[in-house]
Protein backbone atom coordinates (compact mmCIF):
# COMPACT_ATOMS: atom_id res chain seq x y z
CA UNK A 1 0.00 0.00 0.00
CA UNK A 2 1.59 3.30 -0.88
CA UNK A 3 2.20 6.14 1.28
CA UNK A 4 -0.08 8.88 1.97
CA UNK A 5 1.38 11.89 4.19
CA UNK A 6 -0.25 13.07 7.71
CA UNK A 7 -2.16 15.78 7.61
CA UNK A 8 -2.45 18.73 9.97
CA UNK A 9 -5.51 17.30 11.86
CA UNK A 10 -3.92 14.07 12.41
CA UNK A 11 -0.53 15.35 13.74
CA UNK A 12 -2.28 17.63 15.89
CA UNK A 13 -4.63 14.95 17.52
CA UNK A 14 -1.66 12.16 18.27
CA UNK A 15 1.40 14.19 18.78
CA UNK A 16 0.30 17.57 19.78
CA UNK A 17 2.06 20.50 18.19
CA UNK A 18 5.33 21.12 19.26
CA UNK A 19 7.55 21.44 16.01
CA UNK A 20 10.41 19.43 17.41
CA UNK A 21 8.37 16.05 18.03
CA UNK A 22 6.54 16.39 14.69
CA UNK A 23 9.73 16.97 12.72
CA UNK A 24 11.30 14.34 14.90
CA UNK A 25 7.94 11.73 13.83
CA UNK A 26 8.11 12.59 10.42
CA UNK A 27 11.81 12.05 10.31
CA UNK A 28 11.00 8.48 10.96
CA UNK A 29 8.69 8.04 7.58
CA UNK A 30 11.39 10.27 6.03
CA UNK A 31 9.37 13.15 5.91
CA UNK A 32 11.53 16.62 6.31
CA UNK A 33 9.27 19.55 8.11
CA UNK A 34 9.22 22.13 5.27
CA UNK A 35 10.47 20.55 2.34
CA UNK A 36 10.23 22.16 -0.67
CA UNK A 37 7.72 20.40 -3.22
CA UNK A 38 8.51 23.39 -5.74
CA UNK A 39 12.27 22.43 -6.83
CA UNK A 40 11.24 23.46 -11.07
CA UNK A 41 9.83 26.76 -9.54
CA UNK A 42 12.04 29.42 -8.01
CA UNK A 43 11.14 32.94 -6.78
CA UNK A 44 13.12 36.16 -7.34
CA UNK A 45 12.63 39.52 -5.35
CA UNK A 46 14.03 42.98 -6.44
CA UNK A 47 15.89 44.77 -4.43
CA UNK A 48 12.90 47.09 -4.02
CA UNK A 49 10.05 44.15 -3.59
CA UNK A 50 7.88 44.95 -1.12
CA UNK A 51 9.33 42.87 2.37
CA UNK A 52 6.74 40.66 2.35
CA UNK A 53 7.64 39.62 -1.35
CA UNK A 54 11.23 38.68 -0.02
CA UNK A 55 10.29 37.21 2.78
CA UNK A 56 8.49 34.95 0.38
CA UNK A 57 11.62 34.82 -1.94
CA UNK A 58 13.94 31.94 -2.86
CA UNK A 59 16.44 34.71 -4.05
CA UNK A 60 16.49 38.58 -3.56
CA UNK A 61 19.01 40.89 -6.03
CA UNK A 62 20.43 44.01 -5.12
CA UNK A 63 19.37 45.91 -8.19
CA UNK A 64 23.36 45.86 -9.93
CA UNK A 65 23.25 43.43 -12.59
CA UNK A 66 20.50 41.49 -11.53
CA UNK A 67 20.79 39.72 -14.82
CA UNK A 68 23.34 37.75 -13.01
CA UNK A 69 21.10 36.05 -10.49
CA UNK A 70 18.44 35.56 -13.20
CA UNK A 71 20.59 33.80 -15.44
CA UNK A 72 22.30 31.68 -13.13
CA UNK A 73 18.83 30.70 -11.68
CA UNK A 74 17.50 30.09 -15.34
CA UNK A 75 20.71 28.10 -16.27
CA UNK A 76 20.53 25.51 -12.54
CA UNK A 77 16.69 24.39 -13.87
CA UNK A 78 16.78 20.87 -15.33
CA UNK A 79 16.66 20.66 -19.04
CA UNK A 80 12.42 19.95 -19.05
CA UNK A 81 12.01 23.44 -17.88
CA UNK A 82 10.51 24.92 -15.14
CA UNK A 83 9.12 28.39 -13.92
CA UNK A 84 10.86 31.13 -12.79
CA UNK A 85 8.85 34.12 -11.07
CA UNK A 86 10.07 37.44 -10.51
CA UNK A 87 8.21 39.72 -7.65
CA UNK A 88 7.22 43.03 -7.70
CA UNK A 89 10.08 45.58 -8.45
CA UNK A 90 12.67 46.46 -10.92
CA UNK A 91 15.29 44.05 -11.89
CA UNK A 92 18.33 46.32 -13.22
CA UNK A 93 20.47 44.10 -16.22
CA UNK A 94 23.46 44.55 -17.84
CA UNK A 95 23.38 42.03 -20.33
CA UNK A 96 20.16 40.46 -22.38
CA UNK A 97 18.37 37.13 -20.06
CA UNK A 98 18.32 34.02 -22.37
CA UNK A 99 15.83 31.70 -22.50
CA UNK A 100 15.77 27.82 -22.04
CA UNK A 101 13.29 25.53 -24.02
CA UNK A 102 10.13 24.71 -21.92
CA UNK A 103 11.22 27.87 -19.26
CA UNK A 104 7.80 29.86 -17.89
CA UNK A 105 9.30 33.41 -16.62
CA UNK A 106 6.51 35.34 -15.07
CA UNK A 107 6.05 38.35 -13.14
CA UNK A 108 3.50 39.93 -11.27
CA UNK A 109 2.38 41.95 -13.64
CA UNK A 110 3.35 45.79 -14.94
CA UNK A 111 4.63 46.27 -11.07
CA UNK A 112 7.60 43.76 -11.97
CA UNK A 113 10.33 45.75 -14.70
CA UNK A 114 13.09 44.67 -16.53
CA UNK A 115 15.05 47.47 -16.89
CA UNK A 116 18.48 48.26 -19.21
CA UNK A 117 20.93 49.72 -17.40
CA UNK A 118 22.71 52.79 -18.72
CA UNK A 119 25.04 52.62 -21.44
CA UNK A 120 24.13 48.97 -21.74
CA UNK A 121 23.40 47.78 -25.64
CA UNK A 122 21.84 44.42 -25.59
CA UNK A 123 18.32 43.35 -26.17
CA UNK A 124 16.16 42.62 -22.74
CA UNK A 125 15.72 39.08 -22.92
CA UNK A 126 16.65 36.74 -25.62
CA UNK A 127 15.04 33.65 -26.82
CA UNK A 128 17.14 32.20 -29.64
CA UNK A 129 16.93 28.29 -31.03
CA UNK A 130 14.38 27.38 -28.27
CA UNK A 131 11.34 26.00 -28.46
CA UNK A 132 8.02 25.71 -25.44
CA UNK A 133 9.27 29.52 -24.13
CA UNK A 134 6.26 31.21 -21.86
CA UNK A 135 6.63 34.48 -20.91
CA UNK A 136 4.29 36.78 -18.74
CA UNK A 137 2.52 39.53 -16.62
CA UNK A 138 6.03 41.62 -17.04
CA UNK A 139 7.62 44.55 -18.16
CA UNK A 140 10.33 45.26 -19.86
CA UNK A 141 11.89 48.90 -20.03
CA UNK A 142 14.78 49.74 -22.87
CA UNK A 143 15.94 52.59 -20.93
CA UNK A 144 16.35 54.68 -24.42
CA UNK A 145 16.99 57.75 -23.25
CA UNK A 146 20.18 56.43 -21.77
CA UNK A 147 21.20 54.33 -24.16
CA UNK A 148 22.56 55.53 -27.68
CA UNK A 149 21.35 53.75 -30.65
CA UNK A 150 23.53 51.36 -32.28
CA UNK A 151 21.59 50.70 -35.35
CA UNK A 152 21.69 46.85 -35.55
CA UNK A 153 18.32 45.18 -34.94
CA UNK A 154 20.10 42.26 -33.37
CA UNK A 155 20.50 44.26 -30.16
CA UNK A 156 18.47 46.83 -28.41
CA UNK A 157 15.63 45.25 -28.87
CA UNK A 158 12.72 44.48 -25.68
CA UNK A 159 12.07 40.55 -26.86
CA UNK A 160 14.48 39.35 -29.43
CA UNK A 161 13.10 35.90 -30.94
CA UNK A 162 15.60 34.18 -33.61
CA UNK A 163 14.50 30.16 -34.23
CA UNK A 164 11.90 30.26 -31.55
CA UNK A 165 8.90 28.24 -31.79
CA UNK A 166 5.60 27.01 -29.88
CA UNK A 167 6.21 29.55 -27.37
CA UNK A 168 3.81 31.91 -25.80
CA UNK A 169 4.14 35.45 -25.31
CA UNK A 170 1.29 36.61 -23.06
CA UNK A 171 0.50 40.34 -20.85
CA UNK A 172 3.36 42.05 -21.68
CA UNK A 173 4.33 45.42 -21.86
CA UNK A 174 7.21 46.35 -23.42
CA UNK A 175 8.07 50.29 -24.05
CA UNK A 176 11.48 52.90 -24.57
CA UNK A 177 13.59 50.39 -26.36
CA UNK A 178 15.83 51.86 -28.52
CA UNK A 179 14.94 49.18 -31.70
CA UNK A 180 11.94 47.22 -31.70
CA UNK A 181 9.78 46.03 -28.43
CA UNK A 182 9.61 42.27 -30.38
CA UNK A 183 11.82 41.82 -33.19
CA UNK A 184 11.09 37.97 -34.60
CA UNK A 185 13.62 36.27 -37.30
CA UNK A 186 14.09 32.85 -38.33
CA UNK A 187 17.19 30.49 -37.89
CA UNK A 188 20.08 32.82 -39.13
CA UNK A 189 20.64 32.46 -42.97
CA UNK A 190 17.02 30.96 -43.24
CA UNK A 191 16.26 31.06 -47.20
CA UNK A 192 12.78 29.28 -46.95
CA UNK A 193 9.92 29.10 -44.10
CA UNK A 194 11.18 28.58 -40.59
CA UNK A 195 7.88 27.38 -39.09
CA UNK A 196 7.63 29.47 -35.71
CA UNK A 197 4.34 28.87 -34.12
CA UNK A 198 4.28 31.65 -31.52
CA UNK A 199 1.16 33.04 -30.47
CA UNK A 200 1.48 36.87 -29.02
CA UNK A 201 -1.25 37.98 -27.05
CA UNK A 202 -2.40 41.37 -24.95
CA UNK A 203 1.49 42.90 -26.08
CA UNK A 204 1.50 46.76 -25.44
CA UNK A 205 4.56 47.90 -27.35
CA UNK A 206 5.20 51.43 -27.01
CA UNK A 207 7.93 54.42 -27.01
CA UNK A 208 10.01 52.11 -28.85
CA UNK A 209 12.64 53.71 -31.43
CA UNK A 210 11.91 51.66 -34.61
CA UNK A 211 8.82 49.42 -34.59
CA UNK A 212 6.25 47.98 -31.81
CA UNK A 213 6.39 44.64 -33.63
CA UNK A 214 8.72 43.37 -36.56
CA UNK A 215 8.64 40.22 -38.38
CA UNK A 216 11.48 39.43 -40.28
CA UNK A 217 11.35 37.06 -43.41
CA UNK A 218 10.80 33.71 -42.80
CA UNK A 219 9.94 34.32 -39.66
CA UNK A 220 6.34 32.13 -40.58
CA UNK A 221 2.85 31.08 -38.94
CA UNK A 222 2.77 33.15 -36.10
CA UNK A 223 -0.66 34.40 -34.39
CA UNK A 224 -0.71 38.30 -32.91
CA UNK A 225 -4.15 39.01 -31.14
CA UNK A 226 -5.06 41.55 -29.04
CA UNK A 227 -2.02 44.04 -29.02
CA UNK A 228 -1.53 47.68 -28.94
CA UNK A 229 1.60 48.85 -31.04
CA UNK A 230 1.52 52.94 -30.06
CA UNK A 231 4.27 55.97 -30.51
CA UNK A 232 6.68 53.73 -31.80
CA UNK A 233 9.47 55.65 -33.94
CA UNK A 234 8.71 54.24 -37.20
CA UNK A 235 5.80 51.41 -37.34
CA UNK A 236 3.78 49.74 -35.13
CA UNK A 237 3.43 46.20 -36.72
CA UNK A 238 6.04 46.04 -39.26
CA UNK A 239 5.24 42.45 -41.29
CA UNK A 240 8.18 41.49 -43.52
CA UNK A 241 6.94 37.73 -43.32
CA UNK A 242 4.33 35.38 -44.51
CA UNK A 243 1.06 33.16 -43.24
CA UNK A 244 0.91 35.49 -39.63
CA UNK A 245 -2.60 36.48 -38.57
CA UNK A 246 -3.19 39.39 -37.01
CA UNK A 247 -6.63 39.78 -34.73
CA UNK A 248 -7.99 42.81 -32.82
CA UNK A 249 -4.87 45.03 -33.00
CA UNK A 250 -4.25 48.18 -32.48
CA UNK A 251 -1.62 50.44 -33.72
CA UNK A 252 -2.13 54.57 -33.27
CA UNK A 253 0.07 57.23 -33.39
CA UNK A 254 3.18 55.71 -35.06
CA UNK A 255 5.87 57.75 -37.07
CA UNK A 256 5.67 56.15 -40.33
CA UNK A 257 2.79 53.27 -41.07
CA UNK A 258 0.23 51.74 -38.44
CA UNK A 259 0.64 48.93 -40.03
CA UNK A 260 2.93 48.26 -43.00
CA UNK A 261 3.79 44.72 -45.10
CA UNK A 262 6.79 45.02 -46.71
CA UNK A 263 8.34 43.09 -49.46
CA UNK A 264 10.69 40.87 -48.32
CA UNK A 265 12.18 37.28 -49.77
CA UNK A 266 8.94 36.40 -48.85
CA UNK A 267 5.55 38.29 -47.46
CA UNK A 268 2.70 37.04 -48.67
CA UNK A 269 -0.65 35.23 -47.12
CA UNK A 270 -1.00 37.29 -44.13
CA UNK A 271 -4.17 38.61 -42.51
CA UNK A 272 -5.28 41.57 -40.49
CA UNK A 273 -8.78 41.07 -39.22
CA UNK A 274 -10.46 43.56 -36.92
CA UNK A 275 -7.37 45.87 -36.31
CA UNK A 276 -7.39 49.46 -36.02
CA UNK A 277 -4.50 51.88 -37.44
CA UNK A 278 -5.57 55.28 -36.57
CA UNK A 279 -3.57 58.45 -36.11
CA UNK A 280 0.17 57.54 -37.84
CA UNK A 281 1.68 60.39 -38.65
CA UNK A 282 2.07 58.82 -42.48
CA UNK A 283 -0.20 55.83 -43.25
CA UNK A 284 -2.43 53.72 -42.03
CA UNK A 285 -2.16 50.48 -43.88
CA UNK A 286 0.82 50.12 -46.45
CA UNK A 287 1.00 47.32 -48.55
CA UNK A 288 4.43 47.50 -50.40
CA UNK A 289 5.34 44.66 -52.86
CA UNK A 290 3.14 42.30 -50.83
CA UNK A 291 0.81 39.69 -52.33
CA UNK A 292 -2.60 37.77 -50.91
CA UNK A 293 -2.93 40.19 -47.74
CA UNK A 294 -6.03 40.35 -46.55
CA UNK A 295 -7.83 43.29 -44.39
CA UNK A 296 -11.32 42.83 -43.14
CA UNK A 297 -12.99 44.59 -40.65
CA UNK A 298 -10.36 46.86 -39.57
CA UNK A 299 -10.59 50.83 -39.17
CA UNK A 300 -8.19 53.15 -40.50
CA UNK A 301 -9.08 56.71 -39.67
CA UNK A 302 -7.50 60.06 -39.30
CA UNK A 303 -3.73 58.75 -40.77
CA UNK A 304 -2.03 61.82 -42.25
CA UNK A 305 -1.24 60.82 -45.36
CA UNK A 306 -3.01 57.64 -47.58
CA UNK A 307 -5.44 55.45 -45.32
CA UNK A 308 -4.54 51.91 -47.24
CA UNK A 309 -1.66 52.38 -50.01
CA UNK A 310 -0.94 49.51 -51.96
CA UNK A 311 2.43 50.31 -53.68
CA UNK A 312 3.35 47.24 -56.41
CA UNK A 313 0.96 45.02 -54.16
CA UNK A 314 -0.25 42.13 -56.01
CA UNK A 315 -3.70 39.92 -55.20
CA UNK A 316 -4.64 41.30 -52.39
CA UNK A 317 -7.65 41.66 -50.69
CA UNK A 318 -8.99 44.71 -48.58
CA UNK A 319 -12.47 44.00 -47.97
CA UNK A 320 -15.92 45.26 -45.08
CA UNK A 321 -13.41 48.22 -43.42
CA UNK A 322 -13.94 51.76 -42.63
CA UNK A 323 -11.71 53.90 -44.16
CA UNK A 324 -12.37 57.63 -43.22
CA UNK A 325 -10.96 61.14 -42.47
CA UNK A 326 -7.34 60.61 -43.75
CA UNK A 327 -4.80 62.75 -44.79
CA UNK A 328 -5.91 64.34 -42.19
CA UNK A 329 -4.15 67.83 -42.06
CA UNK A 330 -2.66 66.83 -45.43
CA UNK A 331 -2.75 67.14 -48.68
CA UNK A 332 -2.20 65.08 -51.88
CA UNK A 333 -3.37 61.79 -50.39
CA UNK A 334 -6.26 59.49 -50.65
CA UNK A 335 -8.35 57.32 -48.31
CA UNK A 336 -7.21 54.38 -50.33
CA UNK A 337 -4.74 54.08 -52.88
CA UNK A 338 -3.32 51.76 -55.65
CA UNK A 339 -0.15 53.00 -57.18
CA UNK A 340 0.59 52.27 -61.22
CA UNK A 341 2.06 49.14 -60.58
CA UNK A 342 -0.67 47.35 -58.25
CA UNK A 343 -2.58 44.87 -60.26
CA UNK A 344 -4.78 42.30 -59.43
CA UNK A 345 -6.54 43.67 -56.01
CA UNK A 346 -9.39 43.38 -54.86
CA UNK A 347 -11.55 46.31 -53.25
CA UNK A 348 -15.03 45.28 -51.67
CA UNK A 349 -17.70 46.43 -49.29
CA UNK A 350 -15.03 49.23 -47.55
CA UNK A 351 -17.19 52.14 -46.09
CA UNK A 352 -15.05 55.02 -47.67
CA UNK A 353 -15.89 58.73 -46.17
CA UNK A 354 -14.22 62.08 -45.63
CA UNK A 355 -15.92 63.64 -42.60
CA UNK A 356 -12.84 66.04 -42.74
CA UNK A 357 -9.70 65.96 -43.61
CA UNK A 358 -8.38 66.97 -47.08
CA UNK A 359 -8.40 62.98 -49.16
CA UNK A 360 -8.36 63.99 -52.68
CA UNK A 361 -9.99 60.71 -53.66
CA UNK A 362 -11.73 58.00 -52.14
CA UNK A 363 -10.47 55.74 -54.14
CA UNK A 364 -7.74 56.16 -56.59
CA UNK A 365 -6.29 53.89 -59.28
CA UNK A 366 -3.11 54.53 -60.53
CA UNK A 367 -2.54 55.03 -64.25
CA UNK A 368 -1.23 52.07 -65.03
CA UNK A 369 -2.59 49.90 -62.36
CA UNK A 370 -4.96 46.90 -63.97
CA UNK A 371 -7.23 44.25 -63.49
CA UNK A 372 -8.69 45.65 -59.91
CA UNK A 373 -12.30 44.80 -58.65
CA UNK A 374 -13.75 47.88 -57.06
CA UNK A 375 -17.13 46.51 -55.96
CA UNK A 376 -19.77 47.05 -53.68
CA UNK A 377 -17.79 49.96 -51.69
CA UNK A 378 -19.87 53.16 -50.25
CA UNK A 379 -17.94 56.14 -50.84
CA UNK A 380 -18.48 59.90 -49.88
CA UNK A 381 -17.44 63.14 -51.42
CA UNK A 382 -14.19 63.78 -51.52
CA UNK A 383 -12.19 67.24 -52.36
CA UNK A 384 -11.60 65.78 -55.93
CA UNK A 385 -14.06 62.86 -56.46
CA UNK A 386 -15.34 59.98 -54.91
CA UNK A 387 -12.98 57.48 -57.45
CA UNK A 388 -10.96 57.75 -60.49
CA UNK A 389 -10.70 53.85 -61.76
CA UNK A 390 -7.74 54.18 -64.75
CA UNK A 391 -6.94 50.34 -65.10
CA UNK A 392 -8.31 49.42 -68.73
CA UNK A 393 -9.40 45.62 -67.63
CA UNK A 394 -10.50 46.77 -64.03
CA UNK A 395 -13.61 46.74 -62.88
CA UNK A 396 -15.98 49.08 -60.93
CA UNK A 397 -19.30 47.44 -60.71
CA UNK A 398 -22.12 48.63 -58.03
CA UNK A 399 -20.03 51.38 -55.93
CA UNK A 400 -22.71 53.32 -54.00
CA UNK A 401 -21.76 57.25 -54.38
CA UNK A 402 -23.14 59.47 -51.39
CA UNK A 403 -23.94 62.92 -53.18
Known amino acids: MGYTAPNQFFLKNNIGTDSAVIAAELAKIGVELNSTTRSA ?22 GVADNIKIQTTIDSLPPTGGRIILLDGTFNIIDNINMRSYLTLEGQGFSTIIKISNSVYKNIINAISVNGVNIKNIQLDGNKTNNTSQANVLIQNGLYLENCTNSV ?38 LNGQSGIYFDSYAEYNTVSNCQFNNNGKYGIACCTANTAFTNCIAIQNTESGIAIIQASKSSNNSFVGCHANHNIKYGFRIVGAAQTVINACKSIANMRHGVSLEGAIQNSITNNTVTTNCFDSTGYDN ?62 NNLLLV
Do not use: W
Open 41 to 62: TIVIAASNSSAQSKAQADYVCD
Open 336 to 397: IHLDATSTGNIISGNSILRQSGAAEYGINEGTGANYNLFQGNIIGTHVTSAKVISGANSVDD
Open 169 to 206: FDCILVQNCTQNGVYAMPITGATGPNLMYNQFSKIISL
